[in-house]
Structures are given as C-alpha cells and as structure tokens.
C-alpha cells in the first residue's frame, strides 16, 4: 500500500454534513444579491501579482508575507488572489464598463488563498462571499452595502450575535495632515511599541491600529484619531451614513480604531464581529475605495465593498446553533432482486421529473430487512418495497417508516398518491 497523501496545512475537505451550512449561507446570499440588482462576477483563481501590490500596497502584510506567488513557465509573477475586490476591479476595467455604465454592482464568492498560521476560523485557504459597487460616491451607497450584509445576519438568525464597528479612514485631503499627526505622536512611543510598530510608523503608520499585542494596544486610547482629524466632506460623509443606518435601523457601533488592513480603503471603512467567537470574531469587513479604479488604470469611479469569510460565519452559526433546514429524503425504492432494480430506476427516474422530493434506490442487493433498517437509519419517509410478487401485480408496498403502515400501490398511482401526503 503506497503511502498516505495528505491535505496541505491549513486547507480543508468539506463534507455533506458540513456542507448543508455552506450551501445555505451560499444561496441565501446569492437570492439577497440577485434581488437588489446585483450581478454575479467570477474572476480566476491566478492573477499578475502587481495586481496586489499595487492594490493592497507594498507594506500590507497579504502582499508582504501572505501571497502564494510563484513564476509560470514564462517568468511571469503570478499569485493566488489573497482577496476579491482587486480582481474585480481590474476584471470591470478589463471588459471596459466604466465606459459602459455609469455604475455596477457585482457579487461573488469562492476561495481565496493567504500563507497564515493557521488556527481555528484561520486558513490557507479559505473562501469568502462579497460584493463590489462601482460608479456611486453617496453616503447612501455605503448604507445600501451594509443593509445587504445586515440582510443576511438577518436572514441566517445571527443579527443578534453580530456587531457592525463603524469608522471613517479618511480621504486623501485629509489622511496625509492626520498621518503627519500621527507619526510625531508615534516617534514619542517607540521604546514602548513592538517592533513590527516601530517599522510601521515609517512604512505604515495607521496599521499601528492593527496590532494585536496587549502593550501597543494598551497606548491607544492616548493616540490621535483619525475621525478627529478628517476634513468637511469626510465628516459630512460619515454623519450621514451614521443617519442613514439609524433610519433602517441598522445597529452599529463607532470604532475610532478600525482601520483595516488594506491600503485601498477610504472614507467609511466597517467590520462585523461576531459576539464571544474569540480572538477570530472578525466575519466581515469592507469600506469604501474610490482611488482604487483609477489606481488600477481605469478613469475615476468610485467603490465600495464587503467581503465575509465563509468559514468564520459557519463557526459563528455553529456557535449559535443555527443549522441549515434539513430535507428529508421522502422515498428509498427497495428493490429485492436484479429485475426489480431496473424497475425502481425507472420509477425513480419518472417520479423525480415530476417532484423536487430526494428519492433514492437502494442498488445494494442486500436482504430487505437489511434494506429496511438501512431505511429507517438515514430517516426516509417511505420505503417503496418492490419484488417478484409485487412487478407482477405491476404495484409497489409503500411502508410510512414512521407509523409501520404498509399500503399496496400501483406503479401509476405512485406519483398522485406522494403529492397527496406531501400536502397533508
Ligand atoms: P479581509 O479581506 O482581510 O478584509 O477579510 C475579510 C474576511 O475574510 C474576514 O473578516 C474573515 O472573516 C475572512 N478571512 C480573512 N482571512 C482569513 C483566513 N486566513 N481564514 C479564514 N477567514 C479569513
């Protein structure tokens, strides 16, 4: 027996037990962004790396330390996409819209690829679901985004073990004044800060607000903010949105701190946390980008997005005991014989044209008390018993497995007599 091959760290199989929750969170987002217009995108899987080091920036740590990247046979420097908004953005300039229409929105979802430690809610590979907007600056845009998200909190049962964290990370007009503010704050704490901070404050400054050590965090309260520094239309911006989540009634908290991690971002930027879910509680997060079109060789459009990890909203739901609506499987055909397995294939085939119902045929050829309990194990409704005896009398016995009952039923009336106790 040759050796066991297995999974690279930090990658994980997904099974049917696990993957009801996926295909859940996957419709339900899908449906809420088909119906408020959005447009689904689906981008590769490799792109040219200077995509995102010139979209994340050279000192964001995905570019740094995260990407995959290697050379194809070429030497061309690929990378697997570490997050979705670029690929988007260089796919909508690619296919020439901003010339076409005067904005867009697109959803998409699919894996994404970052060489993290990994941990639990922390992958290699991991998968996310977002959407971008493209072409509306107003302050009514960015509410419009985060009503989809809190849309779907709502829809999955987790509104209340979520938190929206709200903040404004300024605009070029105003950013470079506070970065200035900032650093000679900064120069003042260097013995206390880590080290990845002091070289943050010349590559980086504003992800000082990103570190995770107790003892920089610890001096923030004393750091200036940038929300205290932004200019009129990035205040003006930023009340109005405040406005425009309170009358949808969309609960949300100021974050002075929120930065996030991406050098894109301007003006409102958000996370969504889930409540108790530990040190990786961040499920969501997006902002606004409205260099990055231009930024990426296409005119001034501006942006706005979000992007939530999948396997993080599965362990919050999990930690909240939410599970997807089971469907039971109504029929198992029992056939006893080889003959009666041809005959269960057909009517099975016949009866799934007519029904979106799970109805299967046991092939396994094993004896039917073996057959039953198989049955009964896997939580059918009806077994559909067919032997010799029974293709005789060209009809199948229907045993409810959950009362014992056994009804005689003729093949043609199998599919009117399922309708009939589906709507009992
Ligand atoms: P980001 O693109 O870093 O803003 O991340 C958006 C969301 O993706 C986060 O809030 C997480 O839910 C999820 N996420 C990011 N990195 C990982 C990872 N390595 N493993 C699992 N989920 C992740």
Redesign the pocket.
Known sequence: MGQKITAIKGTHDLFETELRNWRWIESEFCKLCLARGYSEIRTPYIEPTELFVRSLGESAT?VGKEMYTFQDKKGLSISLRP?GTAPVVRAYIEAGLPQQTAFARFFYLGP?F?Y?QPQK????Q?H?MGVEVFGLSTPAADCDVIALADALWRTLGMLDTTVLLLNSVGCDLCRPHYLQILVTHLQKYRSILCKECNERITTNPLRVFDCKTSQCRAQFPDFPKIIDHACADCSTHFSQLCHGLDSLHIAYELDPLLV???DYYKRSAF?WRAKGLGS?D?????GRYDKLVSELGGPEVPGIGF???C???LIAMEAAGLKAPVQTRLIDFLPLDSESQWLALRLQNELLRMTAHIITVNLSGASLKTQLKNASKSGVRYALIIGQAERDAGEVICKDMSTGEQKKIPFTDIAHYIQNVCHE
């Open positions: 995905v997050e994404m970052r993290e809610g922390r992958q290699r991991f996310q996030r991690g991406l996370e990786q961040a499920l969501a997060g997006g992007a939530l990890g396997e993080r909203l």
